[in-house]
């Protein structure tokens, strides 16, 4: 009743002349006000989100309201084994948790090796996720794990090969056009608030190749920037730093000029405690660089203090891309809390790695430590209940929470 006699008053305004007289005559109070209506119907429920054309921007400027999960294309997901593809049932368990956002962490549209084709079955399951994210009312973000001179190799840790992006134009100017050609065929879908194309570079971190500066880097991606813009003017554009897209990296972070650009990082932090197979425990002492260090809550947003700062500074949008870890490593579920509240508590937006997925390493094994559906013991009950699974259940809370 009230939303209904408040648009009644919308109407009357509107009816007004001397009003309407003044919203004709200045062209900059139509914008405005056709801004203010929309968001009002958008809060009341007439108008779809999806529906209102400048709307995928200012999704990101409510503090943390995206929380949602990486999935992969693959249940089994690697090089060496693609097996049981993600499903609509796999999405809409995770919409039920209360999760809005999906990123699909998967694998880019053209093949890494020369001359650079179009890979049809990565084409085929990047549409399919577009597809099924919209029909399931998902907010979606599109996070490359590979393209032209960056391969899926280049995630190991055995046997890791280097990006070659960074040092073969070729491969640039394919990257690019692979870019272009993703932001065209999905610029008129609503609900793709953001793309990352070009998941945790690490050019500076190389295997046998020369490192690349951060001028270099940044350098490229001003002209990704500049070509996707000729595309499409709305689409949120992800950019991380080098350095395996870490926090610390937040330091030398360029401001781009451009007001459509979501600032992002992963979180892996301590790595040997989220990625590493030992009896580390969470809190406890841990190696930051060369100093050795007591790692609890304090610290974690001690550590996220450049990307803090970096946010304050340019009042610009924050996304996590990435985090996680081990689900079976002791104190596992009061770091994922600590991260929980730091993220909030600072506005970011952020997704969980990895959503009913996982990873395969080049000998051939699969690992599910990543999978929090599978519980924070290492040995997996199939017996046991989900309300008793303490990772799922924070999960579910913080994705459940009001906001």
């Known amino acids: 009743m009230k939303n209904f006699i408040t648009i009644i008053i919308l109407i009357s305004l509107i009816k ?57 294309p693959y249940k089994h997901f690697s090089p060496f084994s693609m ?28 093949t890494y090796f020369p001359p ?41 840790d055995k046997n890791r090969e280097d990006e070659l992006i960074f040092h073969d134009s070729l491969a640039q100017e394919k990257y690019i056009e692979m870019c272009r050609f993703i932001t065209e065929r999905y610029k008129d879908k609503r609900h793709l608030i953001g793309i990352n194309f070009i998941l945790e570079p690490h050019g500076d971190d190389p295997v046998i190749l020369n490192p690349i500066e951060d001028t270099t880097y940044f350098s490229f991606v001003d002209r990704l920037i500049l070509e ?40 892996y932090f301590p790595h040997s405690f989220t990625n590493e197979k030992n ?14 260090v007591y790692v609890d809550s304090i610290y974690l947003e001690k550590f996220l203090k450049p990307v803090i700062e970096f946010k304050e500074k340019y009042n610009v949008p924050i996304f996590v891309n990435e985090y996680g870890g081990i689900r079976f490593k002791k104190g596992m579920v009061n770091y994922i809390k600590d991260l929980h509240k730091i ?53 579910k809370t913080i994705w459940k929470m009001k906001r």
Not at 279 to 292: E, Q, W
Request: hydrophobic residues 35%; proline residues 4%.
């Open 83 to 110: 097996r049981e593809p993600i499903t609509k049932k796999d999405l809409v368990e995770l919409k039920k948790l209360g999760a809005n956002l999906v990123v699909a962490n998967y694998p880019g549209v053209f």
């Open 279 to 292: 009896d580390s425990v969470y809190p406890g002492y841990f190696y930051d660089r060369d100093s050795l």
């Open 116 to 156: 650079y084709q179009i890979d049809s079955l990565n084409l085929k399951n990047l549409d399919e996720i577009v597809l099924l994210t919209e029909k399931l009312d998902f907010y979606l973000i599109i996070s490359f794990r590979c393209g032209p001179g960056k391969s899926l190799f280049t995630f190991f």
């Open 16 to 72: 007004n002349p001397l009003i309407g007289q003044q919203i004709d005559s200045n062209p900059d109070t139509v914008a405005d006000f056709s801004q203010t209506l929309s968001h009002f119907l958008n809060k009341i429920g007439l108008l779809n989100r999806h529906q209102i054309k400048n709307s995928k921007i200012e999704v990101w400027k409510n503090d943390s309201f995206l929380r949602g999960a990486n999935v992969h």
């Open 343 to 395: 993220f909030i508590r600072n506005g970011f937006h952020f997704a969980y790695y990895v959503w009913r997925s996982e990873w395969g390493e080049t000998d051939g094994n699969t690992f599910d430590e990543y999978n929090f559906e599978k519980g924070n013991e290492k040995t997996i009950d199939s017996d046991k209940e989900n309300n008793h699974n303490e990772l799922l259940n924070e999960l």
């Open 228 to 267: 996707v813009r000729k595309v499409d003017n709305e689409i949120p554009i992800i950019v991380q730093p080098q350095s395996w897209a870490y926090p610390d990296k937040f330091i030398w972070m360029k401001n781009f000029d451009d007001d459509k650009i979501i600032y992002s990082f992963d979180m």
